[in-house]
């Protein structure tokens, strides 16, 4: 790549993470007088309200202006802000610029730094090289500098800071001969670095790394990378507990950022190995940086199971003994880790067990292996044709193969080089070129040109239209080429003509399409066109995953999960989330946490699934993010953390177009906590009654609950009881036979039950967990005799309801009816099992059933089994469970095994890898 390339793809990277503008401190506030300061002192009071001032922003404009006329800087400067941010003033790029150079010319640092960035990127003016230039070395000249008070201090060193770091940009821009100097800019990069810019030793590092200005040096780079994470943590911690925890108890400062902090800490550590697997990679694929030596270095300590990328590249270092002696064995084996997503691995692992290098032969894996390679358009795999003639190839191999045949019109090494190089893939990203090639490529014959040519350049490049694209991805599907006539599915799907995409997805798939196969399983799972039919869905997933397609996994791991067609078996479902992770599927991590939180394998491991939601953070899974909300909400894996909840809230919402259903009700249960800055029950009110009118089922459950407990609202158990048999009618036609004979005494006739579906992904499932619930709360209301006209004795029928369809707290209620004889005939064995069944997941029947037989009500659990369920239930934050242990003088410790349920192995608890495959989730 590029060096230049490099820095305009970090360039606005970089920005996000520096203060722009740099605004003027805030200083203490002294006696009101005209003077600039004071004025600029009131001005802030107004603004922001500070010591008993009203917000009047027309006031606050007022007096900034005033300070201005004066010559106060730092006021030209507030006011540039005001104009960029729109706060009081119209946003306008170029006023706030004029109010930079204003200051500048006054001498201000701040000013010239403001002016500076403004010119060289564009805002306000036409970005200006010379001029962004000239300001930014006017903030480093020290005869500019004055002297400062502690207020000042901070700011005008980051402002140098980061004046150097851009300086460094501008000189290491290699396409502008103006101003390129590498020397320069990696000099500038040091003053910068020096003032702790964590951006300078980022970039330090890969210049190191490459060479770039200096000499290239492995010790330095991997110390310049220490640097960046040290100096990124420390700047984290300085601004956030100037900025987010103002007023907050100085321990609980502490506590959320040492949270963050450590969370943050483990991002840098994956940015950081992610880094170092490019630099190996430069130093193997680009001819003019090429050293195999350095690359084994860089590669070998980050070539783990699930870095692909490098385990790839360190298998041709160990085949070739480039940069170390020759280990086919160990090729081998980390071509095992990077095929299941490199088609380049896949390639040189198929060559390799062909000929029987490193291990024994195995034909028909490698013809396998080799035909998967050439399906993802790995062009040496095209040429070859077979595993047993081709050679085991490098990236600088398969680009000088594909160049050699595209030069002789070769239609499927035109493609692949037009590919390569409308998306820059080791050759220099050109349109133009790549459009050409495309084209050329596609009427010499290529099918799968036509198609990329119609999906790729005539539609998201628009400068065809729409009508270029359908044409040509009708005459790639004409001409029988898989994607293209799934896509021709996919078009017909959105206009929904299912039986259209129903007939185009079969074609597809019967010629060996893997995202066709799951798209029929969705078909089916959901009855689309056609009758659901979760053993026929199941089959379609079933064959998605013997291709070890990650996303075939991922949905046949469900299946297992919630036991549509197919009997439940969660270890199945675990082991097949984690495949299927390992192969790229970032939506894998977000259900491995939930089966890990659903207690289904054991005890409820909140803790262990907090990291898998957060790698499915990452790649921008807005349920993850949610759930991390809840767990930092309600105290569930961590510690109980507001603050940092509503940060994920905010992650959450970020993804969504002005916060949907999911992010409004979680934002509601914020409102409704005391102990939230954001508590105001009357809104969260409003919010639940305006998505009870959406149709956001969860609302409604919600609101049952305020009504049951007068929270915010009159305490009602009529109210409450109606919301909740609303709720329970979720459970759709297995509500209907399990009240049997009794479902007319709560339901009028005309109640249409058929939207009730089993759970088949974790949506769904809270669903049907709130039906559930609601029928608990429906039997707690009867039996308190709270409804007219209705019995306690009508308790029995929904305690029975919900207990049979597997809800545990409703078990509990309906085994001590049993033991006591109230409401139904006394039968103690069988409230016992009730109990006990009910104890495999609910620390309530833990502890009722544990404490009985201390109590001697319940002999025959037996002690061991009293106290494992103690234990459990102490595991699971019951205090009162870790108090009757005390007091029979028990340790809430094991002395030896482990008590809880077995969980299935988990292997391989890294939680970061190199990207998510194209991912094609309904």
Same mark, same amino acid.
Request: with cysteine; glycine share 8%; hydrophobic share 35%.
């Given at each position: 790549?590029?060096?230049?390339?490099?820095?305009?793809?970090?360039?606005?990277?970089?920005?996000?993470?520096? /203060? @722009?503008? %740099?605004?003027?401190?805030?200083?203490?506030?002294?006696?009101?007088?005209?003077?600039?300061?004071?004025?600029?002192?009131?001005?802030?009071? @107004?603004?922001?309200?500070?010591?008993?001032?009203?917000?009047?922003? !027309? #006031?606050?404009?007022?007096?900034?202006?005033?300070?201005?006329?004066?010559?106060?800087?730092?006021?030209?400067?507030?006011?540039?802000?005001?104009?960029?941010?729109?706060?009081?003033?119209?946003?306008?790029?170029?006023?706030?610029?004029?109010?930079?150079?204003?200051?500048?010319?006054?001498?201000?640092?701040?000013?010239?730094?403001?002016?500076?960035?403004?010119?060289?990127?564009?805002?306000?003016?036409?970005? !200006?090289?010379?001029?962004?230039?000239?300001?930014?070395?006017?903030?480093?000249?020290?005869?500019?500098?004055?002297?400062?008070?502690?207020?000042?201090?901070?700011?005008?060193?980051?402002?140098?800071?980061?004046?150097?770091?851009?300086?460094?940009?501008?000189?290491?821009?290699?396409?502008?001969?103006?101003?390129?100097? #590498?020397?320069?800019?990696?000099?500038?990069?040091?003053?910068?670095?020096?003032?702790?810019?964590?951006?300078?030793?980022? /970039?330090?590092?890969?210049?190191?790394?490459?060479?770039?200005?200096?000499?290239?040096?492995?010790?330095?780079?991997?110390?310049?990378?220490?640097?960046?994470?040290?100096?990124? *943590?420390?700047?984290?911690?300085?601004?956030?507990?100037?900025?987010?925890?103002?007023?907050?108890?100085?321990?609980?400062?502490?506590?959320?950022?040492?949270?963050?902090?450590?969370?943050?800490?483990?991002?840098?550590?994956?940015?950081? $190995?992610?880094?170092?697997?490019?630099?190996?990679?430069?130093?193997?694929?680009?001819?003019?940086?090429?050293?195999?030596?350095?690359?084994?270095?860089?590669?070998?300590?980050?070539?783990?199971?699930?870095?692909?990328?490098?385990?790839?590249?360190? =298998?041709?270092?160990?085949?070739?003994?480039?940069?170390?002696?020759?280990?086919?064995?160990?090729?081998?084996?980390?071509?095992?880790?990077?095929?299941?997503?490199?088609?380049?691995?896949?390639?040189?692992?198929?060559?390799?067990?062909?000929?029987?290098?490193?291990?024994?032969?195995?034909?028909?894996?490698?013809?396998?292996?080799?035909?998967?390679?050439?399906?993802?358009?790995?062009?040496?795999?095209?040429?070859?044709?077979?595993?047993?003639?081709?050679?085991?190839?490098?990236?600088?191999? =398969?680009?000088?193969?594909?160049?050699?045949?595209?030069?002789?019109?070769?239609?499927?090494?035109?493609?692949?080089?037009?590919?390569?190089?409308?998306?820059?893939?080791?050759?220099?990203?050109?349109?133009?070129?790549?459009?050409?090639?495309?084209?050329?490529?596609?009427?010499?014959?290529?099918?799968?040109?036509?198609?990329?040519?119609?999906?790729?350049?005539?539609?998201?490049?628009?400068? *065809?239209?729409?009508?270029?694209?359908?044409?040509?991805?009708?005459?790639?599907?004409?001409?029988?080429?898989?994607?293209?006539?799934?896509?021709?599915?996919?078009?017909?799907?959105?206009?929904?003509?299912?039986?259209?995409?129903?007939?185009?997805?079969?074609?597809?798939?019967?010629?060996?399409?893997?995202?066709?196969?799951?798209?029929?399983?969705?078909?089916?799972?959901?009855?689309?066109?056609?009758?659901?039919?979760?053993?026929? &869905?199941?089959?379609?997933?079933?064959?998605?995953?013997?291709?070890?397609?990650?996303?075939?996994?991922?949905?046949?791991?469900?299946?297992?999960?919630?036991?549509?067609?197919?009997?439940?078996? /969660?270890?199945?479902?675990?082991?097949?989330?984690?495949?299927?992770?390992?192969?790229?599927?970032?939506?894998?991590?977000?259900?491995?946490? !939930?089966?890990?939180?659903?207690?289904?394998?054991?005890?409820?491991?909140?803790?262990?699934?907090?990291?898998?939601?957060?790698?499915?953070?990452?790649?921008?899974?807005?349920?993850?993010? *949610?759930?991390?909300?809840?767990? @930092?909400?309600?105290?569930?894996?961590?510690?109980?953390?507001?603050?940092?909840?509503?940060?994920?809230?905010?992650?959450?919402?970020?993804?969504?177009?002005?916060?949907?259903?999911?992010?409004?009700?979680?934002?509601?249960?914020?409102?409704?906590?005391?102990?939230?800055?954001?508590?105001?029950?009357?809104?969260?009110? !409003?919010?639940?009654?305006?998505?009870?009118?959406?149709?956001?089922?969860?609302?409604?459950?919600?609101?049952?609950?305020?009504?049951?407990?007068?929270?915010?609202?009159?305490?009602?158990?009529?109210? =409450?009881?109606?919301?909740?048999?609303?709720?329970?009618? %979720?459970?759709?036609?297995?509500?209907?036979?399990?009240?049997?004979?009794?479902?007319?005494?709560?339901?009028?006739?005309?109640?249409?039950?058929?939207?009730?579906?089993?759970?088949?992904?974790?949506?769904?499932?809270?669903?049907?967990?709130?039906? /559930?619930?609601?029928?608990?709360?429906?039997?707690?209301?009867?039996?308190?005799?709270?409804?007219?006209?209705?019995?306690?004795?009508?308790?029995?029928?929904?305690? $029975?309801?919900?207990?049979? *369809?597997?809800?545990?707290?409703?078990? %509990?209620? %309906?085994?001590?009816?049993?033991?006591?004889?109230?409401?139904?005939?006394?039968?103690?064995?069988?409230?016992?099992?009730?109990?006990?069944?009910?104890? =495999?997941?609910?620390?309530?029947?833990?502890?009722?059933?544990?404490?009985?037989?201390?109590?001697?009500?319940?002999?025959?659990?037996?002690?061991?089994?009293?106290?494992?369920?103690?234990?459990?239930?102490?595991?699971?934050?019951?205090?009162? &469970?870790? @108090?009757?242990?005390?007091?029979?003088?028990?340790?809430?410790?094991?002395?030896?095994?482990?008590?809880?349920?077995?969980?299935?192995?988990?292997?391989?608890?890294?939680?970061?890898?190199?990207?998510?495959?194209?991912?094609?989730?309904?």
């Amino acid at each position: 790549m590029n060096p230049s390339q490099i820095y305009r793809f970090l360039l606005p990277l970089i920005a996000l993470a520096l /203060l @722009h503008p %740099l605004a003027g401190q805030e200083f203490d506030y002294g006696d009101a007088e005209l003077s600039p300061t004071e004025l600029y002192d009131e001005a802030l009071k @107004h603004l922001y309200g500070g010591d008993g001032y009203k917000i009047n922003r !027309n #006031a606050a404009i007022s007096k900034l202006k005033k300070a201005a006329e004066k010559g106060y800087a730092t006021a030209h400067n507030t006011l540039g802000s005001l104009h960029l941010q729109g706060n009081g003033l119209f946003t306008s790029p170029r006023k706030a610029l004029r109010s930079f150079e204003d200051a500048a010319a006054l001498n201000d640092p701040l000013g010239h730094y403001n002016a500076g960035y403004s010119y060289l990127v564009g805002r306000g003016a036409q970005a !200006n090289m010379a001029t962004a230039e000239r300001h930014f070395l006017a903030v480093v000249d020290e005869s500019t500098q004055r002297n400062l008070s502690p207020e000042e201090f901070g700011t005008f060193r980051n402002a140098r800071a980061a004046a150097y770091f851009y300086l460094g940009i501008i000189y290491s821009d290699e396409d502008d001969k103006t101003y390129f100097d #590498a020397k320069k800019a990696t000099d500038c990069f040091h003053k910068s670095d020096e003032l702790n810019e964590p951006n300078a030793a980022m /970039l330090l590092a890969i210049r190191y790394a490459r060479g770039e200005g200096a000499e290239q040096d492995q010790a330095k780079s991997e110390a310049f990378l220490e640097r960046y994470k040290i100096a990124a *943590l420390n700047k984290l911690h300085n601004s956030i507990s100037q900025v987010l925890f103002q007023g907050m108890d100085r321990e609980d400062v502490k506590a959320s950022l040492d949270e963050i902090i450590s969370s943050y800490a483990d991002q840098m550590s994956e940015q950081i $190995q992610s880094m170092q697997t490019a630099f190996g990679v430069s130093l193997l694929d680009e001819e003019e940086l090429y050293s195999p030596e350095q690359a084994f270095a860089w590669l070998k300590p980050v070539a783990t199971e699930e870095n692909h990328l490098a385990s790839s590249r360190l =298998a041709t270092l160990y085949y070739r003994g480039e940069g170390t002696e020759p280990n086919l064995e160990k090729a081998r084996e980390l071509l095992e880790h990077a095929s299941k997503q490199e088609a380049m691995a896949k390639y040189n692992l198929a060559v390799m067990l062909a000929k029987g290098e490193g291990g024994d032969a195995n034909l028909v894996r490698a013809k396998d292996l080799f035909e998967k390679a050439a399906k993802s358009s790995w062009y040496p795999a095209i040429h070859y044709k077979s595993p047993e003639t081709a050679p085991f190839i490098s990236e600088r191999d =398969a680009i000088a193969l594909v160049k050699q045949q595209a030069e002789q019109r070769d239609p499927d090494a035109l493609f692949c080089l037009g590919r390569r190089t409308l998306w820059g893939l080791g050759v220099e990203r050109n349109y133009d070129s790549a459009k050409a090639m495309i084209l050329a490529a596609s009427e010499l014959g290529n099918a799968q040109a036509r198609f990329y040519y119609g999906v790729y350049i005539a539609s998201d490049f628009s400068w *065809l239209g729409p009508s270029e694209e359908d044409k040509a991805i009708q005459a790639a599907a004409e001409a029988g080429y898989p994607p293209a006539i799934h896509e021709l599915g996919v078009k017909a799907e959105t206009s929904n003509r299912y039986k259209v995409a129903l007939e185009n997805y079969e074609r597809s798939a019967s010629l060996g399409h893997i995202p066709s196969l799951y798209k029929l399983g969705y078909y089916y799972l959901e009855g689309r066109g056609v009758a659901v039919d979760y053993q026929k &869905a199941v089959s379609y997933f079933q064959k998605a995953a013997d291709t070890e397609d990650p996303i075939g996994m991922l949905n046949l791991g469900l299946a297992y999960e919630y036991g549509f067609g197919v009997e439940q078996d /969660l270890s199945r479902a675990y082991d097949l989330y984690k495949e299927a992770r390992l192969r790229g599927s970032y939506y894998a991590e977000y259900a491995i946490g !939930n089966l890990l939180a659903s207690g289904k394998i054991g005890e409820a491991a909140w803790e262990e699934a907090i990291p898998y939601w957060e790698s499915a953070g990452a790649y921008r899974n807005k349920d993850a993010y *949610l759930r991390l909300s809840e767990c @930092h909400r309600t105290g569930k894996g961590v510690k109980k953390n507001l603050s940092l909840a509503f940060n994920y809230y905010n992650r959450a919402y970020a993804l969504t177009y002005y916060g949907d259903n999911d992010t409004q009700y979680e934002l509601v249960q914020f409102k409704l906590d005391p102990k939230s800055e954001l508590y105001n029950p009357g809104q969260a009110i !409003n919010m639940l009654r305006m998505l009870e009118l959406s149709g956001y089922p969860l609302a409604g459950y919600k609101l049952a609950e305020l009504n049951r407990d007068g929270i915010g609202l009159r305490q009602n158990a009529k109210k =409450a009881y109606n919301k909740y048999l609303k709720t329970a009618e %979720l459970l759709g036609t297995d509500l209907k036979v399990q009240l049997d004979s009794e479902f007319d005494s709560f339901y009028s006739k005309e109640t249409n039950l058929d939207k009730g579906v089993r759970p088949v992904d974790r949506e769904t499932e809270i669903l049907h967990e709130a039906a /559930l619930d609601a029928c608990y709360q429906i039997a707690f209301i009867l039996k308190s005799g709270q409804i007219k006209k209705t019995s306690p004795q009508d308790c029995v029928i929904w305690y $029975q309801t919900a207990a049979r *369809l597997g809800h545990a707290p409703s078990k %509990l209620a %309906l085994g001590k009816l049993y033991l006591s004889g109230q409401y139904v005939d006394q039968d103690e064995p069988f409230g016992w099992k009730l109990v006990q069944e009910a104890a =495999a997941t609910d620390a309530e029947a833990k502890f009722f059933a544990a404490k009985s037989f201390f109590d001697g009500k319940f002999p025959d659990l037996g002690r061991e089994a009293a106290i494992s369920l103690l234990r459990s239930a102490v595991a699971s934050g019951l205090e009162k &469970a870790q @108090h009757t242990l005390e007091k029979h003088e028990i340790s809430v410790e094991a002395e030896s095994e482990q008590d809880t349920a077995p969980v299935p192995a988990r292997k391989g608890e890294d939680d970061g890898f190199d990207g998510p495959v194209d991912l094609d989730l309904a």
